[in-house]
């Protein structure tokens, strides 16, 4: 399962900084706010929040802060869609000619530097109030950078960013003005604008960090070196003298009933997690939006709602069932501390199940309530490129439509691969099919190594099933190797059986049933050998492949790579094809976690739609394994560390330990494992985290936070432990691997 | 009572964990009083010479002194239980070991295995509610308590600490006297003293029948048998981990609470926490204050409160009765005087500097024992190691005892770091502090349909940008968890 954030993070208005989080963990919720669920500011609104699932809810609380200008995203969603609308600001639907009609627009700002935030003028304006409306709910700390993000850049190269950053707002915004707070000009125009209740977007010059290179540029644009300067659906109006003539001409109004392109200014393709977030956050900065999902049936013919994989066939069912094991495990220790029964506890898989699957219910209707109440329009349909600005919709029975947006984003993810082998479709069942299986698997073979098949096959052994897990090669290929042998070990102490370097060559039915009988035969990877064994169900876990491939990409020659289906897109999800982007597991070189794509989502509305600069970073991403024994990490492998950094470089600090609650319990010592590697020239800088242990999630988020602050092994070393908890053996690690000293822990 | 007592006390011989009734108390009590009378003779035993004198074997103390000896220090440690009035008494290792952290945490952990248990029918476990075995666990917990007190001791072996079990008070500036359980005397003469004596439980001694019939959290860990329908007076943090797992147990509690819960910590977050615990059962009586205690012929106690805002009185029987209202440091039997350490006249703690230094040069004092400190484990911990590194020359580094994270273990946990709301809004001002904040709901609670109305978390800083974390307060599960890594940030 991915392990990825889902709403938690929708409802973040929270901090913009591009931190993800574990998700799954109460932890992670701790960085998100929603400014979705109102509350922004006032008092706590604890009903709201907590009929929504793990989200965090709520934003700031603080009578004091003095709201007017700073609307709330909720009272700016409403009017601003109305005062749009009135003005003919939504296209007719199938408006084909129109976009045909229209060259493809240039393309959008791709790198943002910035002229700084936009700026709230005298008039009373909605438009802005949304942009505004970003940091009411999100810590005010984290909000866009106001200057260049990069220091080390050449003048040129920023002068050309700068440059497309402009025409970025020119084109994306009905109405824009760049002016100066003090200039009456500029107040005139304002009030004109005002008075004709049209919402525009401003740049106050003068309370921009670079306001003077705007203001050359902008000259070079417009040939005009005045303010105010002012855009009419990106036509150059001129200055205040040429604009009051306009509007007595009619030119003025004209302009501004000029009707949009497209039917809609974004079109988002897979409602999952990075779509959903991007799709709302679009809506919540007053643009039309559209969200295309469907999800295509499994070979066993397991379907879902709302919401994509994390919801439904990931995180959120994962963690559940995960929990459901732990629960195994806490029975089993209960005794150990006094609770007094003598019966064998069985487990029942339906009820599970069907709580699972209720909740997961409750999650799908309100991601429904959420689109609606942000008046994004949802179809669910199957949405298909078929040439530029267009797209095919088809829904269950075939029925299609047609429509046009100014801007798509691409957030289809991925489904679980299948082997190619005799038997694999037809009898085989993967991750998609596990959550909602109506009985219990019995004996299983889980194919893989991945974290979905550790994960798996954890949870099933944790329920009392009889699981082998069969691998291939490496396990959690691309996690430290030393931590993912250590999480396999401590499932086959707890009865998971695993067979190294096997492959299945083929599956075939003995039995029908819930479950039947299956028989596989695998081969070594090493020689003739081959095996064969009776299992009732044979789970597939060995990778996922991106929803690329029958999406009309090549329709309008969006880039794929050929060989893993993903699409590259630039540092700001821009795809090759200008006004197509893309989040979530189908980008290139990134990240397959949920909190990574919402955040990517979330930024590249607020770039594409607000003015904002901010770009998502992917680096020191914390994700936890939530096998039997938890595996929380953040930053890099010891593997990568040295690869980067040179082995001489590096001084890793470990250790064992014995959680306090599993001493009692008489659970193993000399297990949990913590581990932390340092870069000893650059002041021992901490540059991976590795820790294995019951609640890794929990612990891993914290350590997250501060290792995107540079944490170095004196701060570790410096800071007070809460105790007793399994977090604290950070603060007290003393014992460098290279000097090979014992790890194990004796007695306390 | 008293054969039953010395049944334990035969079955329990050794290292700590014996629980006594009070004829033993008396007779350990007389024993010392004979040993102070006799320092005070001086007789002239034989003097031992040390680098290093550390008085208290708890958190701190043991730090320090291993920490001193690592480094080539000659170090002796001297640690004495008093047995608590009712007789219990326990190993090396000090509060937190024996009735403190450590049993707090695993009785806590026994009462969230009792959710769990609960929560386990809605993952698809078939189980029925189950009872719960009191002497099973406290069992377990001793048994636990008893292998780290072992292992203290195999520590200070291994690293050539000398240690006494006496009760030891001062001569001199330079020389103790120490009394062993059987009134043998020692002295013991060091260079450097640390003084680590922590604090023991306050009993409301003007309270008729408190000190008779009441019990403390000294007491408490090492029952054998069940506590029954408890009232806890007092509204620090251990009375309401006590009161919270007591509950969690499936026992009737109560707690007692004069005025407000959690003193000094965020005041909105310590109403959370009780609202919580009144949700899963355990019951508060609020602006009441006993007036006494009373044992009824059937051994139940009745006890009689007084409502401080109407003035009226009422009464209830419990089983026990566990007074949880505070601590008072272990200072006066140690004949400060003599070696002209002062303390402080209300808090009758040690005063000390920023060096952990006493009003003598060569005095030193860590822990719960010193003035204005945090009473935690870790903290103790770290400022006894700086100190031995001090002393030996190693560092100077000092100990910040400012942003210390903690975390009290109550049945929905609450882990703070840094400044409570009201402590910021003291020192900054209301219009420069803002505070972030949200309900949620952990996933988990979804499933098992929990209540997740108070689990909470919030963010104090200054309003100003770039917005200073001031602190940062988390109440759900596993908040000790969460709270760690979050502490470095803040830190």
């Not at chain 1, 109006?237 to 200014?265: I, N, P, V, W």
């Not at chain 1, 330990?657 to 901490?686: H, S």
């Not at chain 2, 550390?54 to 002194?65: D, N, P, R, T």
């Amino acid at each position: 399962m991915r392990v990825r954030d889902d709403r938690s993070a929708q409802g973040r208005g929270g901090s913009g900084s591009p931190r993800a989080q574990v998700h799954g963990t109460a932890g992670s919720q701790g960085r998100t706010c929603a400014a979705a669920a109102g509350g922004v500011t006032g008092e706590p609104t604890p009903i709201a929040s907590r009929e929504t699932h793990c989200h965090l809810v709520a934003g700031l609380r603080n009578a004091r802060w003095d709201p007017p200008q700073w609307t709330s995203p909720k009272q700016q969603n409403g009017p601003t869609r109305g005062s749009a609308t009135l003005l003919g600001y939504t296209a007719k639907a199938g408006s084909d000619t129109a976009a045909l009609a229209q060259p493809p627009p240039p393309p959008p700002p791709r790198a943002p530097t910035s002229p700084g935030s936009v700026k709230v003028g005298a008039v009373p304006n909605r438009r802005l109030g949304s942009v505004r409306g970003v940091p009411v709910s999100s810590p005010p700390g984290r909000r866009a950078r106001l200057s260049y993000p990069g220091t080390g850049r050449s003048s040129s190269e920023a002068r050309e960013e700068l440059r497309r950053r402009l025409m970025g707002l020119i084109e994306g915004n009905r109405v824009m003005i760049f002016s100066k707070s003090y200039c009456p000009h500029s107040a005139r125009i304002k009030d004109l604008f005002s008075s004709l209740g049209v919402e525009c977007n401003i740049l106050e010059l003068d309370q921009v960090d670079d306001g003077a290179n705007v203001q050359e540029v902008l000259s070079e644009i417009t040939n005009q070196r005045t303010v105010p300067n002012i855009f009419v659906n990106k036509v150059h109006m001129g200055g205040c003298d040429r604009t009051f003539q306009a509007h007595q001409s009619g030119l003025l109004q004209k302009l501004l009933q000029e009707d949009s392109a497209y039917e809609y200014d974004l079109i988002v393709i897979g409602g999952g997690s990075g779509g959903l977030a991007c799709a709302q956050e679009a809506a919540i900065l007053g643009k039309k939006v559209m969200v295309l999902d469907f999800v295509v049936p499994t070979p066993q013919g397991t379907s879902w709602g709302l919401g994509g994989t994390c919801v439904n066939v990931g995180c959120v069912p994962k963690k559940l069932m995960h929990q459901a094991a732990l629960l195994g495990q806490a029975l089993k220790d209960s005794r150990k501390f006094g609770w007094e029964y003598s019966h064998q506890v069985k487990h029942n898989w339906e009820t599970m199940i069907e709580a699972i699957q209720n909740h997961i219910g409750s999650l799908n209707w309100g991601y429904r309530l959420s689109l609606r109440e942000k008046a994004v329009t949802y179809v669910n349909s199957y949405g298909e490129f078929v040439e530029h600005h267009k797209i095919k919709a088809t829904n269950r029975k075939g029925q299609e439509t047609y429509y046009t947006a100014g801007k798509f984003v691409l957030a289809t993810g991925q489904r679980p691969r299948y082997l190619g082998i005799p038997g694999d479709k037809e009898y085989c069942i993967t991750s998609d099919d596990l959550f909602s299986l109506p009985y219990c698997p019995g004996k299983t073979l889980v194919v893989g190594a991945s974290y979905v098949a550790l994960e798996c096959g954890g949870f099933l052994a944790g329920i009392g099933l009889d699981v082998t897990i069969m691998v291939r090669s490496v396990l959690l290929r691309g996690f430290d190797q030393e931590m993912a042998e250590k999480v396999a070990s401590y499932m086959e102490q707890h009865g998971v059986k695993f067979l190294r370097k096997f492959v299945p060559v083929m599956v075939q039915q003995l039995e029908k049933g819930s479950p039947g009988k299956l028989k596989v035969v695998a081969k070594s990877t090493e020689g003739p050998e081959t095996i064969e064994e009776i299992y009732n169900t044979v789970l597939l876990a060995i990778g996922r492949a991106s929803c690329t491939r029958r999406i009309g990409l090549e329709k309008i020659g969006v880039k794929v790579n050929e060989k893993s289906g993903k699409i590259p897109v630039n540092d700001a999800e821009q795809t090759n094809v200008p006004y197509v982007y893309a989040v979530g597991d189908i980008l290139e070189g990134k990240l397959e976690l949920t909190p990574i794509a919402i955040q990517a989502g979330k930024l590249l509305a607020r770039r594409l739609f607000a003015g904002s600069l901010e770009k998502c970073d992917y680096v020191n991403v914390p994700t936890t394994v939530f096998a039997p024994l938890e595996y929380g990490c953040c930053g890099l492998s010891e593997e990568k560390a040295i690869e980067v950094h040179k082995k001489e470089n590096l001084e890793v600090y470990h250790t064992f330990f014995w959680p306090l609650e599993w001493t009692v319990a008489g659970r193993d010592n000399n297990t949990c494992y913590a581990k932390i590697i340092c870069n000893k020239f650059d002041n021992d800088r901490v540059i991976g985290f590795h820790v294995l242990g019951p609640n890794a999630g929990e612990i891993t988020q914290g350590f997250a936070a501060a290792m995107k602050c540079g944490l170095t092994k004196q701060q570790l070393d410096d800071t007070i432990g809460i105790h007793p908890t399994c977090g604290e053996v950070f603060t007290t690690l003393e014992i460098t691997k290279s000097s090979g000293l014992d790890i194990t822990q004796k007695g306390c | 009572m008293a054969a039953m007592a010395a049944a334990m006390a035969a079955a329990l011989p050794g290292a700590g964990g014996r629980f006594r009734w009070r004829i033993g108390a008396a007779a350990a009590a007389a024993a010392a009083a004979g040993g102070v009378r006799g320092a005070a003779r001086r007789a002239a035993a034989g003097r031992q010479n040390y680098d290093l004198l550390v008085i208290g074997g708890g958190s701190g103390g043991l730090a320090c002194a291993k920490e001193a000896a690592q480094l080539g220090k000659k170090v002796a440690v001297v640690d004495y239980v008093e047995p608590s009035p009712r007789g219990t008494r326990w190993g090396l290792g000090g509060t937190c070991v024996n009735v403190g952290c450590i049993p707090k945490k695993l009785m806590h952990q026994a009462a969230l295995l009792g959710g769990m248990v609960r929560d386990a029918p809605h993952y698809g476990w078939a189980l029925q509610p189950v009872p719960h075995n009191w002497t099973t666990m406290a069992e377990a917990v001793q048994n636990h308590v008893k292998s780290l007190n072992w292992g203290h001791r195999v520590q200070l072996q291994d690293r050539k600490v000398m240690y006494f079990n006496i009760k030891a008070s001062f001569v001199d500036a330079h020389t103790i006297c120490g009394v062993s359980k059987g009134g043998k005397e020692t002295l013991l003469s060091a260079e450097h003293i640390v003084i680590a004596t922590g604090g023991r439980p306050r009993y409301p001694t003007h309270i008729e029948g408190a000190l008779e019939y009441g019990i403390t959290s000294d007491d408490l860990f090492w029952l054998k048998e069940s506590p029954g329908k408890t009232l806890v007076v007092g509204a620090s943090y251990v009375a309401l981990e006590c009161a919270g797992f007591l509950t969690g147990l499936g026992l009737d509690t109560t707690v007692m609470i004069r005025s407000i819960p959690l003193r000094g910590f965020d005041q909105q977050m310590s109403s959370l926490v009780t609202e919580y615990m009144a949700s899963q059962g355990t019951r508060f009586l609020r602006g009441c204050t006993p007036s006494r205690v009373r044992r009824l012929p059937d051994g139940q106690l009745q006890v009689t409160w007084e409502d401080l805002s109407s003035g009226k009185e009422d009464m209830g029987t419990f089983n026990t009765v566990l007074w949880a209202i505070g601590r008072i440091p272990e200072t006066r039997s140690l004949n400060l005087e003599k070696a002209g350490v002062h303390t402080s006249p209300t808090s009758q703690k040690i005063l000390v500097d920023a060096q952990e230094t006493t009003s003598v040069p060569h005095i030193y004092a860590i822990g719960d024992v010193a003035e204005g400190r945090p009473e935690l484990t870790p903290t103790a911990i770290m400022a006894g190691k700086l100190l031995a590194q001090r002393l030996c020359g190693q560092s100077s580094d000092v100990m910040d005892y400012d942003n210390v994270p903690t975390t009290v273990f109550t049945p929905l946990e609450y882990g703070c770091v840094g400044l409570s709301e009201e402590e910021a809004v003291a020192r900054h001002g209301e219009e420069h502090v803002e505070v972030y904040h949200a309900y949620y709901k952990p996933l988990e609670f979804t499933v098992a349909e929990r209540d997740a109305s108070q689990c909470y978390i919030k963010m104090v800083c200054l309003q100003k940008p770039p917005q200073l974390v001031l602190g940062l307060h988390f109440l759900g599960p596993n908040a000790g968890e969460v709270t760690q890594g979050f502490a470095l940030g803040i830190k």
